[in-house]
């Protein structure tokens, strides 16, 4: 498939399906986000404040869930005029969502014309949410922050290691090619990886020679191992980035040694872009700019310089089904930072904790990493209240799902298919029901949890960036 080239993708194509898809173009909100990363960071807040009064006054009147929650704290909307004032709204959780998903909708507004996205799958509880096409639009235009923060320009060629969809429809069909043609983006299925799959892998990305290369980090620190192992190169690859799954020092050992680079890290979901890493490598940059994220401590107090905390994360433009505090499951180190060299002005967290670089192996050869197996379970959110899958033996893996009475048998063989089909034959499989998943010390669940070395290279140093 050949891309259709800078000019009339960035000038004309692009422009022209975002208007069909959102209703406005990205392009322009890009810029006012990048202005926005400039501000002084107490004009900003004032600015967030300014935001969030009329967004959670429109709440209070006109959705059924935050009315009733409000009510319950004495939250006042129209008193509103500081953003520590938001610690008397207990968080938004997913066991929230899946309680009152219909109490969400504001007055007028319900499923149809939103565009559902999933979350929470990183953490082992997936969970829908709506967007309206306002909220789709900044979501994308952060995204782009992201793709400029790493250095790359729209129309560079990009390859993604990524999953594959359960649940395909229309647009996951038509996606691909789309992106390949308007977007110079190509998409490396990584739902399993074995040593001949990733030796594949290479020789095709040795000969499309994309700028950049990214993905889940577990899968592209396997192709990193690889490349390593057998002293190969992809030496057009000039960035390389992660997202949907936090990068451990693993990963980013695995990929500064086997890029000879510095990786960027991503955090949020596609639909949710969070926070990202600059070019100065130091900490992730918070999208204060086009909604507010709180890092919290257990009463809901914003965390100090230095401390941890959940990250909260309240939305200024998806009026049709708000979420105020939304608890993203995630637990992050809030370090302590001055000014950016790099300019940009938004403050910056150290790091995301909680999950580690666990992924099943099976007596095939194959390695399937925890963003794959989230895919199997975000299209049954309303079945599965969390999963895990844990591995202490090569030849068997276990399943554990916290089933909801939606669950059933179709629900299971459905699981043990599209397990199948990226594990292959020769693992037992054994699913069990069980009222909860093994949590860590920091409050997170794992997806995987696996005691099986993968026999892969294991960097003993960590090599500067060159
Ligand atoms: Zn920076």
Redesign the pocket.
Known sequence: MIFLGRFLTNRVIRPAVEKCLYGRAIRPLEAILRERETWEPAYLRQWQVSQLRPFLQHCYDNVPFYRRRFDEVGFRPSKFEDLSQLAAIPPLTKADIRAHADDLFARGFGPRGLRVGRTGGSTGEPTLFYQSNEETAWARATVRRFWGMAGIVQGDRRVCLGGRNYTPTWRTRVYPNYFKMVENYYTFPSAFLSTAILDDYIRQIQRLRPRALGGYPSSVSLLAARLIETAQRIPSVEVVWGSSEVMTDLHRARIRQGFGVEPFDAYGGGDTPVATE?Q?HQGL?LFQSSRLIEVADEQGNTVGPGGSGRVLVTTFYNWAWPYVRYDMGDVVERGTFGD???G?RLERIAQVQGRTGDYLVTPDGRFATPPNLTLVFVSIADKVRAFQAVQHDRSEMEMRVVVTPEWSKETEAYVIRSLRSFLGDEIRIHVRLVDDVEITPVGKRRVMVSTVPDGLFVPTSTPAPK
């Open positions: 600059c100065v940059h950016c060299p790099c940009c």
